[in-house]
């Protein structure tokens, strides 16, 4: 079935570093639609950053991933890691269907930035 | 700007109790979501709704049950809470029949099972 695999559980980096997030996924569907999601601590997740087009970058709030599906990659960057990145990173797949539309999850992986 | 509401924010229920969790969102969408947040498991979909009075499983909708009677709101019931169970649920919304489109998520409630 569908799936999104975050091979990360935890990664820890200090301020400055570049930041690289994992995301891999499977899929029938010829044309996924990847997301990121954001949850710093006691809040709800947010939209980070979607994309639908193959090797196109996409950018936000200094981040940016770029959808490669020929590799079912859809991987999170960002040049110099900030103290208040730390937060729970979701990579995520939209399954659209004539049932309705649904995301599916990946695990989750945590980053914590250290001064 | 809409939110989503979700009642109680703590619950605390004994083993076997049946359990219900409330959501309700003023952003008008049509569709609504019911997911379990575990540490190392992500987020899984219990159930979600594309419009009122529908219902569609998902991948974790054995022990639960869902309700939508109203297009704001969407209640999730645990049938038979289970012995040192503690989840995080979260609601979410979002307009239905849009590929690309983006979840709203509530504040969740947290369910201690004693």
């Known amino acids: 079935g569908d799936s999104v695999t975050q091979t990360e559980g935890l990664v820890t980096l200090t301020e400055g570093l570049p930041v690289m997030l994992n995301c891999t996924y499977q899929t029938i569907y010829s044309n996924p639609f990847l997301f990121w999601y954001v949850q710093h601590l006691n809040e709800s997740p947010r939209l980070l950053l979607k994309?639908?087009?193959?090797?196109k970058r996409t950018e936000h709030q200094g981040f940016h991933a770029t959808l490669h599906k020929s590799s079912s990659s859809f991987h999170l960057q960002k040049s110099s890691a900030q103290l208040s990145d730390s937060a729970l990173y979701y990579c995520?797949?939209?399954?659209?269907?004539?049932?309705?539309?649904?995301?599916?999850f990946g695990t989750g992986t945590s980053l914590l930035v250290d001064p | 700007g809409g939110i989503i509401t979700q009642t109680p924010k703590f619950l605390i229920g004994q083993e076997g109790q049946k359990l219900t969790l409330k959501c309700q969102q003023n952003?008008?969408?049509?569709?609504m979501y019911w997911y379990r947040q575990d540490s190392g498991k992500g987020l899984r979909l219990i159930y979600y709704s594309i419009t009122e009075n529908d219902l569609q499983k998902g991948d974790l909708s054995e022990g639960y049950d869902a309700s939508r009677e109203k297009k704001s709101s969407f209640s999730l019931t645990v049938t038979s809470a289970q012995k040192n169970e503690m989840a995080v649920f979260l609601c979410?919304?979002?307009?239905?029949?849009?590929?690309?489109?983006?979840?709203?998520f509530g504040h969740g409630t947290k369910l201690s099972v004693l």
């Open positions: 952003f008008n969408h049509d569709t």
């Open positions: 995520a797949l939209s399954l659209s269907s004539n049932m309705g539309y649904k995301l599916t």
């Open positions: 979410a919304s979002s307009i239905a029949g849009t590929d690309n489109e983006r979840l709203f």
């Open positions: 994309s639908f087009t193959d090797n």
